[in-house]
Every structure is written in C-alpha cells, then in structure tokens.
C-alpha cells in the first residue's frame, strides 16, 4: 500500500473542459497532489506507487487502459480518475482538474522515473524560488533513452531556447507547479504537447522556471510515444505545433508607468 490519500473512482473532465468531477473539499496545505497519466501500466504502478512521498496523494488517471491499471491502482489506495479522450495531455489535464492541493506534480507512470525525486521540486516550489520546476533525465542504464527520443528532445530544447530564452536541457515530463498557476495557463493541447505547452506558457506569462537532474530508468514495456519512429514523429509533430504559437503581447512595465505618470500629469494640469 502507497502512504498517500486514497478517493473513489473520479470521472474525467468532458470534451469542453470542465472537470467532472474531483475529491470534496480542499486539501491540507502539506499535502501535495502527484499526477501520473496511465494507459496499460499494470506491471509498473506498484513500483511507482510506493514510491510516492508520504503523505502525498497519487492520481492516477486511466487513459482507456484495458491491462486492469485502474484496478491495480485503486487496490494500491491511489485516487483513479477516468479519461476517455485518448492522448498524454488529455491525461494529464483530467489529473490537474481533479487534483486540490495547491501544489500539483507530474511523472510517468511507466517506472521510468521515480516519484521520490519530486521531493526537492516541492520544496523548491513552496519557497518561492521557482514557479515551475522540470526534472532532467539522466539515464542510468543502456535503452533507457532511445537515441530517437533523446534526438528529438535535443531539438525540441533548442526550438524552445530560440522561441522563448529559456536554456532548458530536457522536456522530462517529470515536474511540479502550483495548481492555480498551472490552471491559468489555460492549456489546450491534448496529446503530446501539453508538456511543451506547459513550458511555454509559463516561459511567455514570466514564470521562473528550473530544472533538477534526475535518474532515468528503463521503462517497463513499451513507450506509447516513443516506443516507435511513428509516436516519436506524432510527438514531434504536435510539439512544433506549440512552439508555433504566437507569443503574447509583452507589456513593459517602466514604460507603463512612465504613461502613468503622464496620464496624472494631466490630469492634475485639467483642462
């Protein structure tokens, strides 16, 4: 048994958005929501789950799996919530919404990467020293990282460097944020986007962003996005549909009160 909350069986957000349902009530403030986006993931979800930090709660969210992942993880005492709209944002947006505490993690659910590591990205979050913390994958055995992946996560990087400044090394999915932060970004992609989009959202609305090394291991089974040339393409396809998005207009703040200033000016002349 995971040392986290448990909940009953949590429905999804519908098409337009809105969550359709979460756990009653606001959680403790100590307690930290860690969502992990599942689709046959049977074989791996006790190793992740009892690796989640006690006291925080696991929401798994069952992306149409059909190995029993729901029923595993609802037996390991994790919260599952229901998404039937296939792909990883979809996923992981049912999970946000459903989640309450105020801050909100995110890691695979493949036994890949370990819950444990968020510890220190928590920490980072609640004392203000960043607003959005990624984890960067550092593989700890031949296979973890297939060449493809580690590829395209090396372009992706680059592309982001040159659309919004930011010096990342990785696009890991590991990371953690404050939910009402992350829910402001008013995230749209649905499939493998919605981490990139996370990042550059964030990048555009100004938030400090940081990145820790972590140990990346062998997946159990197979990656639905990088197990194939195919899923890396998809995956690279939707990522550089993000990165073309048109940033938002950038206000200068000196140059606002300088107008400020003006616009008090005269008024305290009149007409």
């Known amino acids: 048994m995971i040392n986290s909350l448990s909940g009953p069986e949590t429905p999804g957000p519908d098409p337009g958005g809105t969550p359709g349902g979460a756990a009653s009530g606001v959680a403790p403030v100590d307690v930290v929501d860690v969502v ?41 005492g994790a919260t599952v919530v229901r998404e039937e709209r296939r792909g990883f944002g979809a996923a992981c947006h049912a999970g ?32 203000g020293r960043a607003d959005l913390v990624l984890g960067r994958r550092r593989p700890r055995a031949r296979g973890a990282w297939p060449l493809r992946a580690r590829a395209g996560n090396l372009a992706l990087t680059r592309l982001l460097r040159r659309r919004t400044g930011l010096r990342l090394h990785d696009l890991g999915p590991l990371r953690a944020a404050r939910r009402e932060d992350l829910l402001s970004l008013d995230l749209t992609d649905r499939r493998s986007g919605y981490p990139l989009q996370m990042v550059v959202r964030a990048a555009d609305a100004g938030w400090r962003v940081t990145e820790h090394d972590v140990p990346y291991l062998p997946r159990t089974g197979t990656s639905k996005v990088t197990g194939t040339w195919r899923g890396t393409w998809q995956a690279v396809r939707d990522m550089s549909r993000v990165l073309r998005e048109t940033p938002p207009a950038r206000v200068d703040a000196r140059e606002d009160a300088r107008e400020d200033a003006r616009e008090n000016a005269r008024e305290d002349v009149g007409p």
């Not at 459903?98 to 990467?113: G, N, R, W, Y």
């Open 96 to 127: 946000l919404t459903a989640a309450t505490a105020e801050i909100v993690c995110f890691c695979d659910c493949d036994a890949s990467l370990d819950p444990a590591d968020l510890v220190p990205f928590v920490a980072e979050i609640r004392s």
């Open 36 to 76: 992990l986006p599942c689709l046959d993931e049977a074989e791996a979800l006790p190793w992740v789950l009892e690796r989640v930090p006690p006291g925080w709660r696991a929401i798994v969210v069952d992306n149409g799996s059909r190995d029993g992942s729901d029923r595993v993880a609802r037996s390991l």
